[in-house]
């Protein structure tokens, strides 16, 4: 009886360990690699910007006179953006990745392949972590109208302000992301911006999301935009 008992109280011990490893591998581990990640791949985009190699998202934007030359196509898992959102925290910036595949949530930002380009009309949709791989939307629900949200693809500025949210709806509404969202409010084409995570913060029964409007632009050399500005 004695050595039954023995046994059953190690084998508790040992599951005990192994699910206190778990939860700081959850809560710690994946949020100092995710951390990590994002700074190599906003380094990698400054490096690329710095040797002039930039996609041509805001051409149009920007007014150069001719023809716009047509958008490189962004690759799946590379980072072409970096987002800050000063509601967040003025020291708040990830980079943006193309795709949505669990392998680029880990690194960031990820955009939904099948939605518009930066800045571009229709509808620029971009998921991300609540929690766990460094939390980048931890503090989603903080968000309000008004707000704004701003990205760089390292020659334009891009500031939309928040319309509406945070909505909360369930994971198979995939209208959220439609390029005029039903139940955003917009009613007309646009150059607009979705943000979506789970919720609630350690579950993913339901999804959190936010919709905006491209506000203004701006060349990277005129400065940051006034929205970043402390």
Request: glycine content about 10%; charged content about 20%; hydrophobic content about 35%.
């Amino acid at each position: 009886m004695r050595v039954i008992v023995r046994t059953v109280s190690e084998l508790c011990i040992t599951v005990g360990a192994l699910i206190v490893l778990f939860v700081v591998y959850v809560l710690f581990w994946t949020g100092v690699k995710a951390d990590r990640e994002m700074n190599d791949q906003i380094d990698q985009l400054h490096q690329q910007w710095a040797k002039g190699a930039v996609h041509p998202t805001a051409a149009a934007s920007r007014g150069a006179s001719g023809p716009a030359p047509k958008p490189a196509s962004y690759t799946y898992g590379r980072p072409f953006a970096i987002m800050y959102i000063p509601r967040l925290g003025f020291t708040w910036n990830k980079p943006v990745l193309e795709g949505t595949g669990t392998d680029v949530l880990k690194k960031g930002l990820a955009h939904y392949a099948r939605t518009a380009r930066l800045g571009q009309e229709g509808n620029f949709a971009v998921a991300g972590h609540r929690r766990t791989y460094g939390d980048p939307f931890k503090d989603f629900p903080r968000l309000r109208p008004g707000d704004a949200v701003v990205l760089t693809d390292g020659t334009t500025w891009f500031t939309y302000r928040i319309d509406k949210g945070p909505y909360k709806t369930v994971p198979n509404d995939v209208e959220v992301i439609d390029p005029v969202p039903r139940k955003s409010g917009y009613t007309r084409p646009g150059r607009y911006l979705t943000l979506t995570t789970c919720d609630p913060e350690w579950g993913h029964s339901h999804r959190l999301i936010v919709w905006a409007h491209l506000d203004s632009t701006q060349p990277v050399e005129a400065g940051e935009p006034k929205a970043l500005r402390r």
